[in-house]
């Protein structure tokens, strides 16, 4: 299973480019792909060696659909610690003393 490891692990044994954090994104992108391999396998098994032009159809679709959730989970991973603040205008408060400054204000305004 190590020929299905992604190609740039190699630089991990390097000390000046391991870092920690790498790892992680490393293990991610070979479970993708041995992910990707076990589609291969069970397709495989299920039409034979020579599929319908219905049923190629069906496995590219199925493959295409896996690399899809694959890169937008790379994507979520990589936004996951990003957060998005909502910019719509807080209402204003005013402070006054009475009501009758109240009264005064809004007349004012």
């Not at 039409?47 to 979520?76: F, S, V, W």
Request: aromatic letters at 16%; charged letters at 35%; a negative charge.
């Amino acid at each position: 299973m190590d020929e299905f490891a992604p190609w740039w692990g190699e630089k991990l044994t390097q000390p000046h480019f391991y870092k920690r954090e790498k790892m992680g994104k490393f293990y991610r992108q070979w479970s993708h792909r041995l992910g990707l391999e076990v589609i291969k396998m069970r397709q495989s098994k299920r039409y034979g060696l020579y599929p319908t032009p219905a049923q190629r159809d069906e496995m590219t679709n199925e493959i295409a659909a896996y690399i899809d959730d694959c890169y937008q989970h790379e994507k979520d991973v990589k936004y996951e610690d990003v957060y998005v603040t909502d910019h719509t205008p807080v209402e204003k408060k005013f402070v006054t003393n009475s009501e009758a400054d109240d009264e005064d204000f809004y007349a004012y305004a």
